[in-house]
Nanobody, 132 residues
Framework: QVELVESGGDSVQPGGSLTLSCAAP????????MAWFRQVAGKEREGVAA?????????????NYGAPVQGRFIISQDKARNTLHLQMNNLKPEDTATYFC????????????????????WGQGTQVTVSS
């Protein structure tokens, strides 16, 4: 069973920065896409950022961001360490949520990369709290 392990969640003040990490087996980075989602209790899981990985061929490295985080968050992959990162800048209280890492081997089109139902592999989540 493929395991994704998130880390880096913390409590920060508004305007601060945080970087989340998702450790995954090397095989995951040969799949089609990976992504970060977030969820607040009582609400649906929201797509934050996604990236095509090597299984997507020439599209590998292409990213997609949710509108609320566009220009503030950066998704990246560290292939040498089999790790997916989410760099979060200028954090706002509304960014408070549990953040999940996900992966898929489906040939997901770009416009569906932030849809949770496209992903079959999930981590357990890491909590991010933004508060003064």
């Amino acid at each position: 069973q493929v395991e994704l392990v998130e880390s880096g969640g913390d409590s920060v003040q508004p305007g601060g920065s945080l970087t989340l990490s998702c450790a995954a087996p090397e095989s995951v980075f040969s799949m089609h896409a990976m992504a970060w989602f977030r969820q607040v209790a009582g609400k649906e899981r929201e797509g934050v950022a996604a990236i095509y990985v090597s299984g997507a061929g020439p599209y590998g490295g292409t990213t997609n961001y949710g509108a609320p985080v566009q220009g503030r968050f950066i998704i990246s992959q560290d292939k040498a360490r089999n790790t997916l990162h989410l760099q979060m800048n200028n954090l706002k209280p509304e960014d408070t949520a549990t953040y999940f890492c996900a992966a898929t081997n489906n040939r997901t089109p770009w416009y569906l990369l932030l849809q949770a139902d496209q992903y079959a592999i999930w981590g357990q989540g890491t909590q991010v709290t933004v508060s003064s």
